[in-house]
C-alpha cells in the first residue's frame, strides 16, 4: 500500500489539489504517523509556534494534514513547511515556493555530469577557477609528503573533510598548539583538503570575528545573460570558526543593487535577530563594502562556464579584495526563501 501511494504520490500535477488533499488525508488514516515522523514533527510545531500549541489537539491535527497535503502537492518537505510559515500561506503564495524536492529535480537538469563534478568537488573546483581563491589549497589523502610541505608554508590552517559539506567536519589548526605528527595522526586514512587561511577584512570581521563571515551570491548564466538570483550574508556565531547556515550560523538578506542588508538575520531554527547575539552588530542596514568588485567577480566566473548555469559563490572579503571560498553546483533555496520570497518566480524569468 505506501509503495502504491508513493507512485500515485510522484505522479500527481499541481493542477489536482482535490486528489492531493485525499491522498495526504488516506496517508494519515492508513499509516497514522510513523513515532520518529511525529517526533520530529511535534518537535518543529514547538519550536516554530510554541509549545502551548502542542496542548492543541485541533491545531496539532488540522497543521498535520496540512504539511503532509503541502509535501504532496507543493513537493515541499518538512523542514521546507515549517521554515517558510506555509501554515499561514495562502494558495497563491504558496506557489512561488520552490520546495527541496523540486529544487533537486531543477539541479538535475542543470549543466552535465563533467560541470556538476569539477564543482561538487571542492580541490578540481579550486583548479579550475584558482585565480579567484587567491590562497593555497593541496588535497592530500595518506601523502606525508605533501602534508609536511604545506605546514613548512603555513603554521595555520583550515581543514576540510574531502566529501563532506555543510561545514561537516571543519576545523582550523594551529601549529603552535598542535604538533604536526598529532595532526598528521588525526587525518590518517582519510582524505582532506587543506587550506592556507583566509583573513578577512575588519569591516566584515567586526560582525563575528572568530569566523569567515561570507557571502552567498547566486546566479544563473544563459545565452550570455546574468540574472543575479539571490545574495545571502552569512555569519558565524559563538565560536564556531564556520558561517554555514546549516551548522548553526546566522543569514540575512541582501539588496542585490546596493549591498546593503535588508533585512533581520535569521537561523534554520527559527530565531530572529535584529543585532548580532555575539558582537550586537545591527544587521539590516549593514553595506557590504566593495560590491561592484564582488559583482564582478561572480559574473566573470559565470559568463566564464555557462556550461553550468546555476551556480552558487561564496566570497570572503579580505584586505586585499575579494576571494572565492567555493563554487557550488547547487546550494539551497532555503537561505533566501526563509525571508517570506520564493524563488520561482525569479528563476523562471531568468531561463526564458
Not at 62 to 91: A, E, G, N, P, W
Not at 152 to 178: A, M, R, T
Not at 205 to 223: C, D, G, M, Q, W
Not at 340 to 351: T, V
Request: aromatic share 12%; glycine share 6%.
Amino acid at each position: 500500500m505506501k509503495v502504491k501511494l508513493k507512485i500515485l504520490f510522484c505522479n500527481l500535477g499541481h493542477n489536482r489539489p482535490h486528489i492531493s488533499s485525499f491522498l495526504a488525508h488516506l496517508l494519515l488514516i492508513t499509516h497514522k504517523i510513523s513515532n520518529k515522523y511525529k517526533n520530529v514533527f511535534l518537535k518543529n510545531i514547538k519550536q516554530f509556534y510554541g509549545s502551548q500549541k502542542l496542548e492543541n489537539s485541533d491545531f496539532v491535527n488540522k497543521i498535520t494534514k496540512d504539511c503532509y497535503f503541502s509535501i504532496i502537492y507543493y513537493k515541499v518537505d518538512m523542514k521546507d513547511y515549517f521554515l517558510y510559515d506555509f501554515y499561514k500561506l495562502d494558495d497563491k503564495k504558496r506557489k512561488q515556493y520552490i520546495g527541496d524536492t523540486e529544487k533537486d529535480e531543477f539541479l538535475a537538469t542543470i549543466g552535465n555530469h563533467k560541470t556538476r563534478e569539477i564543482l561538487n568537488d571542492k580541490y578540481n573546483c579550486y583548479l579550475k577557477f584558482q585565480k579567484y581563491y587567491k590562497r593555497d589549497i593541496v588535497k592530500i589523502k595518506n601523502d606525508k609528503q605533501i602534508f609536511e610541505n604545506f605546514c613548512q608554508k603555513h603554521n595555520s590552517f583550515i581543514i576540510k573533510p574531502y566529501n563532506l559539506s555543510q561545514g561537516l567536519g571543519v576545523k582550523k589548526v594551529d601549529l603552535n598548539i598542535e604538533s604536526i605528527d598529532k595532526v598528521w595522526n588525526s587525518l590518517t586514512g582519510g582524505e582532506y583538503i587543506l587550506e592556507e587561511l583566509i583573513i578577512q577584512s575588519e569591516s566584515l570581521a567586526k560582525l563575528h570575528p572568530e569566523s569567515v563571515n561570507t557571502i552567498r551570491f547566486a546566479t544563473y548564466a544563459h545565452n550570455n545573460k546574468i540574472t543575479d538570483l539571490f545574495a545571502v550574508l552569512r555569519v558565524g556565531s559563538g565560536k564556531s570558526v564556520i558561517d554555514n547556515a546549516s551548522a548553526g550560523g546566522i543569514f540575512a538578506l541582501i539588496n542585490i543593487t546596493t549591498g546593503k542588508v535588508e533585512s533581520n538575520a535569521k537561523n534554520f531554527k527559527g530565531d530572529n535577530f535584529i543585532n548580532h547575539p555575539d558582537t550586537n552588530i545591527q544587521f539590516k542596514g549593514f553595506q557590504i563594502p566593495q560590491w561592484s568588485e564582488l559583482i564582478q567577480i561572480v559574473h566573470d566566473i559565470a559568463l566564464s562556464y555557462q556550461e553550468h548555469e546555476y551556480i552558487s559563490f561564496d566570497l570572503a572579503l579580505t584586505e586585499n579584495g575579494w576571494v572565492l571560498v567555493e563554487a557550488n553546483a547547487g546550494g539551497g533555496f532555503h537561505i533566501y526563501q526563509i525571508f517570506g520570497n520564493g524563488l520561482r518566480k525569479i528563476l523562471e524569468e531568468a531561463r526564458r
